[in-house]
Each structure stands twice: as structure tokens, then as C-alpha cells.
């Protein structure tokens, strides 16, 4: 069975992927512009969620200075 394409003519599983490659960015583009496939809207959500998640984090001085190191290596 073929894989289906995304808006951007990738097939949904790199769709998926891609959606976590520039983090919240690529999360957000991808958000916006599919609009018919569900599995690679979660996927965005997930990526913005996520990766806005640790740019709040990072924000917070004592959590920053404390707690970079770590969320470098998770982001």
C-alpha cells in the first residue's frame, strides 16, 4: 500500500518527522497549512507544545542556569 502525501508532498511519515526539525517553528508551519491529515497535525501540536515547553523553561533564570544543560540535550 502506497503512503499518502502531505500538503507539502511528502510522505506522511517524513511529514511527521519534519514537523520536529526546526523545532516550535516547523511545528507551527506544519499547523497551519495541513489541514486534512490528523496524524500529522498531532504531530505539529506536539512539536510546538514541546520545544515551546523548553523556550519557557529556559526563560526562567534559576531554572536556566541550573537546568540548561539538560534541556539543550532534550531539545
Known amino acids: 500500500m502506497a503512503s499518502k502525501k502531505s500538503t507539502f508532498g511528502l510522505d506522511k511519515n517524513m ?28 504531530h505539529a501540536l506536539q512539536s510546538i507544545m514541546f520545544f515551546g515547553l523548553i523556550n519557557i523553561l529556559g526563560m526562567v533564570p534559576f531554572i536556566n542556569v541550573v537546568l540548561s544543560p539538560f534541556l539543550i540535550l532534550i531539545g
Request: cysteine-free; proline content about 0%.
Open 15 to 42: 511529514a511527521a518527522a519534519a514537523t520536529y526539525l526546526l523545532g516550535w517553528l516547523t511545528g507551527i508551519i506544519f499547523f497551519i497549512v495541513e489541514k486534512d491529515d490528523k496524524d500529522i497535525r498531532f
